[in-house]
């Protein structure tokens, strides 16, 4: 079998063998080469010290040259045996491999201490940190390796040895230095850890043996694979699998035994461990509300507390998803506890550039000013909590119950943002008080009368019950709630982030008893947006002046409104704003044109609601829904980041709302504009979305009972065009919008009034023509309308030029004047239009061909056309006589202006002028001797 292998070298048709023969002839090399692996030593001394022998000859030519066919996987070849000697592969578990690269991090960090190159340093600590958590990972029931701990504290004592070298510091460059600092402030946290403080302190009392168990270990790990589970990670301190993890000795001491520098070291580990992987965070809240409750001192407790916030934050599952209910409650209520602290000791002042709890180690002195200053900044916390009410308003369905429950909790968050604005006022910071102050006008803004009052009602009912648990226990009725809600919290045993807290629902959160509302939203308004334009920044100013012409425009203040807007310029930069003011700024606007079209000013809304609705878009200009095209792709942040931006179900304006009173506005203003010049050829468009709407209308071959908001204003425009004012207002009156309007009978009877002058101006327009004259009885009789309104909406047409009659006031009759041309003479007039459109494009490409037109001196006479011309007072182009004399003006020709200039072009040009004189005559005959 062999030697079929060693002769296949040579055949390449032979070494294609079947399977069964190689699985059998490898069994039978392999049993050989053990046996023949043995005697080759001896052979090859032998044959080598005689040097004789052919088949050494050739044995060492094969194996210089490369095997060929199945020779090369031959088991016993030497080449074989030397390249596994050259390329022996090592295998190593993942825990070798992950101790490997502690071991190199710790290696590098030592290098870089010999240079004192500490910026480098600060960077290998942050990667040794991250390979400690990969090995803790992979390592199960393991501890903190030896080799971590020795490398804590060689760096803590070259950091002290840095410190007191003088000379070295101020050769350091400025980079290196701060580095050095941010070391000495990070590793004086980390080794004080509660994780880590111990294992320094055991190492440094007895280093003799970690460094033996050191050198076991990594004797171990370079051992064998075999050898891999006997004593490889003999450097780690183990602990059972099962075993609970230690309760902390704080919660057994009894209170009166703990110190403030117990509770400070404590609540500076929580500080450091915040955020870290594996941390355990209903731990740390539970042990925060234990500190409270030992804190010593009034300062100590406002850090807990402010602590207590910020991991009550941490519980959130994210930034995507909303604050559960019951979580946001448990935070309201620790705000309102720091502002009763506050309240009641106001030489405390919370500051966010004092210096940080976790760095101070004894209790704050007061300043030369008398107040203790404690590290602190209410203004982030007001602003979370309102945007995480927010973004649960734009989850909850508001057809449920639980949306209504939600708005319940609006009065609270008013109540603490009033407090803390109170607060910044009486201390004075200028700077953070137009933030509050901004975030309430956002919750007033949209709010009507009615509804501002029934929240009012609300706040007063929920203080009289908060006055009745008050009553019930006298620590007050906020610390009630807050014991109810960690007795809820302490019962929910749920984990899952998705899972609803029930429990924590359920607690009521009391209005403060101090809270009082304004009797009215615009005094509450022209209050706080008077703080932000005083203090605010140039954002804060914007949305605060959009708030109040919201404000304004929803109460029936239009022309203030207005007024404001075009004064604040506010349209010239709002592309360069930020999305959320930009939907603002549509919001206003939309609510501005509908206060107009509320007052019956036609023009202005439709100014103000057709750019809005003729975009297409206006769910999503408003924020108020999300609408996928066929050609629009949309990535996934970019659907998360639109979904963020939509606003909550009761801030929503009716969409229905704003389409019937945009097309309701187009139909008064474009209906009797086409009346009035049917037959122009090009007709002056005042709402492309109303014509388009009504093209789609019209090609319609059926069109059955009106259905939709469009169709319903489409009937309405049928029956205006006719002069028939009822029918169309009572396609406009079926609308079942009209009931969200809240004046609805006189927004109804100034749409009734409106049609009827409307119906009376397309009527005249559109059969002034067919009349000798008409009775104002009559037209009074036939649009319902009284003398007066009827006498000045006629008379206001005839001085605009728009009906050619007069009164006749002894018969109360209007005498038409047939001065308008009749309909063939339309038809001519647009003929000679058109063939001066022809003439002019004959002569043009006449001259093109001949090479006689250069740019506007194809006629002679000192470069313009037709010699000398001017405009008119009327617009048109009139010819003067100037130095070509007999050339026509740029402008085309006028009717009854015959002369015609005859340029270069010989016979054809002579006929083709010859033959538009012939035309010319006829047509103003036609038009002027009817």
Known sequence: MASRFWTAGSDSDEEEVSASEEESSSSEEESSSSSSSSSSGSDSDSDSSSGSGSDSDSDSDDSDAPK??????????????????????????????????????????????????????????????????RTRKVADNVGVPRVYVRMLVELEDFLNDTLANRDLKKKMSPTNAKALNTMRQRLKKHNTSDEFGDLVTKFRENPQDDEEEELESSSSSESEAENDAEGKFEDFEKRPAGASKKKDKLLSMDSAEITYEMVAKKLRD????????????????????????????????????????????????????YMKVGLWKRCMLVMLEIMDTLTANQNIVLDDTAEPSEDRTAEPVAGEDGMIRVWGNL???????????????QVIDPHTHEYMARLRDEPVFLALAQKVHDYLARIGDTRNQPKVALRIIEHFYFKTDAVYDAMRKLTMLQQEEAAASAAAHPEGAVAAASAEAENAAAGNTSNEPGEEQTADDKVALPVPLDFSMDESSAAAM??????????????????????IIYHRALHGDFYSARDMLLMSH???????????????????????????????????????????????????????????????????????????????????????????????????LEVPAMASSPLAVKKRVISKSFHRILDTYNRQTFTGPPETVRDHIMAATRALMRGDWSGAYGAVFALSVWQLVPQRESVLGMLQAKLKEEALRTYLFSYSAQYRSLSLDQLCTMFEMDEKAVYSIVSKMMIAEELHGSWDQPTRTIVMHSIEASKVQSLAAQFADKATLLVELNERAYAFRTGGLRDDDDMGGGGRRGGGGRRGPDGQWEDDGGSGGRGRGRGGPRLGAARMGLGQGGQVRDCVEDWWLVVRVVLSDMVFSA
């Open 570 to 668: 506010l349209q010239d930069n709002v592309m360069m704003m930020d999305i959320s003011t930009q939907i603002l700024y549509n919001r206003s606007m939309a609510q501005l044109g509908l206060a107009a079209f509320r007052l019956g000013l036609i023009a202005e809304a439709h100014s103000c609601l057709q750019e809005l609705y003729g975009s297409g878009h206006i769910k999503e200009l408003l924020a108020q829904g999300m609408a996928m095209g066929k050609f629009q792709d949309k990535t996934p942040e970019q659907e998360l980041l639109e979904k963020r931006r939509q606003m909550p179900f009761h801030m929503h304006i009716s969409l229905e709302l704003l389409e019937s009173s945009c097309l309701i506005s187009a139909m008064l």
């Open 526 to 547: 022209k209050r706080l947006v008077g703080i932000v334009f005083q203090h605010g920044d140039e954002r804060a100013k914007a949305r605060a002046m959009l708030c």
């Open 379 to 393: 203004v982030a916390f007001v602003e979370r909590l309102d945007d995480e009410m927010f973004k649960s308003l």
């Open 270 to 321: 929580i500080a450091t461990s915040r955020g870290r992987k594996g941390t355990d965070k209903q731990e740390q809240v539970e042990m925060l509300q234990f500190l409270a409750n030992v804190a010593k001192g009034v300062p100590q407790k406002l850090e807990v507390l402010l602590q207590l916030v910020g991991s009550l934050f941490d519980l959130s599952p994210g930034i995507s998803n």
């Open 68 to 133: 060929k066919g199945a020779a090369r996987f031959l088991a016993g070849s030497d080449s074989d045996s030397d390249s596994d000697e050259d390329r022996r592969v090592v295998l190593k578990s993942a825990k070798d491999k992950r101790f490997s690269e502690l071991t190199d991090s710790c290696d590098e960090i030592r290098n870089k201490m010999k240079i004192n190159d500490w910026s480098a340093i600060q960077s290998l600590f942050d990667e040794l940190n991250k390979r400690l958590d």
